[in-house]
């Protein structure tokens, strides 16, 4: 059956438009390579233009001035129009991502709660009164920035765009987001249920077209007055070196090479199951992937034999069918940057225990599909041991005591996520304490909610996402002080 080819506009100003390009973008099922739609790629000129809609709208006072309650009960109706659509909308993440449905209807889900959690916290955004002298009156006013900018991935195409715009927009300010060429789908859909909630005209622009033109003339546009990445930490560092000519502050939430951590006593079955679900889940594409894992000596054969066996079980098929387990990469180009991880794993001298190949079916041959791959006998020195593969490539790792695993865990650029598995409260407390990791889940792993705080150590990012703290990054504080005597 051959895919329906779906012309799309990208959302400025309330309204669905082409800009001023007739160039499209082909968007490609990545189960079968074939064409789904076509997506106008915008230029400088459509950016600034955006940009300068949204200063229209954030100056108008429409959003930023109106009731706070008020402004939350749009963001909760968003989030009532997507829960109406639901089905709908997952199945467009899976068509055009390639996850599996069930993962894209827990991305849905996610995105709901994002916008109801902001949607709660829209009135509770404020300011401190500070005592200074019994003369003074000192407070502090929290303003939204202004005209935030949020550069958008691949692999979690709904779910980390909301991350960010729900927060901006329950601030106060009117925000452009430039989604992933590769997967625009979903939030074009949202952009428009923004409309349909009562978002003024202008608050809420989503505009299509590669992160090397759109991406760039978006970030360095001196009108900007807040930036958002997710994305690989090379295009970060870009990101922060523009803003710094504009002095625009930046979040960023960059790669991960995460320690998974299996001591012993901890539930093993459980543990398995986990490491297994850590790394992949959607294809392994994922910043806080448990793509290093470390087993302790004592279960390390036990282990890994029933990781193999759980490994090889695991269904590939495209994601639009409910049985499938590992659902094919997003592109042509990340499936050949993977394979090239696993030539070099090999050539480096690591240990292939299962996987390293396309699968054999006839059916996902056309797709993008890799078998879900583990690797043992990995050194921190070689490429797969210590750079973000971002596909479902395991390393493992083996160590024999706490302090073992922490100096092998830290010796890492990243610092995004660790998974520690354990039921000796006094380890997993050291753990907890010494690892350099933003999140750390005990007996647990791929936890992550709107209300609780999301970011990077060292070359993982800079600031946190979700939570209440998120706030500060998209408001400013002014300090008032009232001579009242
Ligand atoms: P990028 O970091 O280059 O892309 C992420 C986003 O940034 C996309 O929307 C992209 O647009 C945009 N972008 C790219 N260059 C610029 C720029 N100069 N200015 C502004 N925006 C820009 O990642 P890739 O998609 O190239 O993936 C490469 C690797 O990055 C992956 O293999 C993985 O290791 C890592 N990555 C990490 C992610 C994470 O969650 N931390 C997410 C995605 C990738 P467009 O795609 O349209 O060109």
């Given amino acids: ?100 449905i069930r993962e894209s209807k827990g991305d849905v889900a996610w995105a709901i709660r994002a916008f109801e959690y902001w949607g709660g916290a829209a009135d509770k955004i404020q300011g401190e009164t500070i005592p200074v002298t019994p003369n003074r009156l000192t407070y502090t006013l929290r303003e939204p920035l202004g005209v935030t900018a949020h550069i958008i991935p691949w692999n979690y195409p709904l779910a980390l765009a909301t991350r960010s715009l729900a927060p901006a927009l329950a601030a106060g300010n009117a925000v452009i987001a430039k989604p992933a060429e590769l997967t625009p789908l979903t939030l074009l859909r949202v952009a428009e249920y923004g409309q349909k909630s009562g978002l003024p005209d202008g608050v809420m622009n989503v505009i299509t077209g590669s992160g090397a033109v759109a991406g760039r003339a978006l970030v360095s546009h001196p009108d900007i007055d807040g930036i958002t990445f997710t994305g690989s930490t090379e295009t970060g560092r870009q990101i922060m070196e523009t803003a710094a000519k504009n002095i625009t502050p930046v979040l960023l939430e960059l790669g991960g090479k995460n320690p998974n951590i299996v001591f012993p006593d901890a539930d093993f079955q459980r543990a398995v199951q986990m490491a297994k679900y850590a790394i992949f889940t959607n294809a ?30 695991i269904k590939i098929g495209p994601g639009l069918d409910e049985k499938t387990e590992l659902g094919p990469m997003v592109s042509k180009d990340q499936q050949e940057r993977v394979m090239g991880y696993i030539r070099s794993g090999i050539e480096d001298g690591a240990r292939l225990l299962t996987g390293g190949q396309v699968p054999d079916e006839t059916t996902l041959r056309k797709g993008f599909f890799l ?113 009242v005597s």
């Fill in 284 to 313: 392994g594409q994922m910043c806080w992937a448990g793509s290093r894992l470390f087993i302790h000596t004592e279960i390390y054969d036990k282990f890994l034999t029933e990781l193999k066996k759980q490994t090889e079980l």
């Fill in 371 to 483: 078998k879900p791959t583990i690797f043992t006998d990995v050194k921190a020195t070689m490429k797969i041991g210590c750079e973000e593969i971002f596909g479902p490539v395991l390393t493992v790792f083996k160590f024999s005591s706490a302090e073992e695993v922490l100096r092998m865990a830290n010796e890492s650029q990243f610092g995004l996520y660790a998974g520690v598995w354990t039921n000796n409260l006094k380890v997993a407390n050291q753990l907890v304490t010494q690892l350099q990791a933003g999140v750390v889940a005990v007996n647990d792993y791929l936890v992550a909610y709107p209300q609780t705080p999301f970011g990077g150590y060292k070359d993982s990012g800079i600031g946190y996402e979700s939570g209440l703290q998120a706030v500060s990054h998209y408001t400013r504080i002014k300090s008032v002080t009232v001579n």
């Fill in 1 to 100: 059956m051959t895919a329906q080819v779906q012309t799309y506009d990208y959302f400025v100003n309330g309204k669905w438009t082409s800009g001023s390009s007739a160039e499209r973008f082909e968007l490609r099922n990545p189960a079968t390579d074939e064409i789904i739609g076509k997506i106008p790629r915008a230029g400088k000129e459509d950016v600034n233009e955006a940009v300068e809609v949204a200063r229209k709208a954030f100056e108008s006072s429409a959003w930023h001035e109106m009731e706070q309650t008020k402004r939350g009960k749009i963001l909760m109706q968003i989030a009532t129009l997507m829960r109406q659509n639901f089905e709908d909308i997952a199945k467009l993440e899976t068509l055009n991502q390639g996850k599996p």
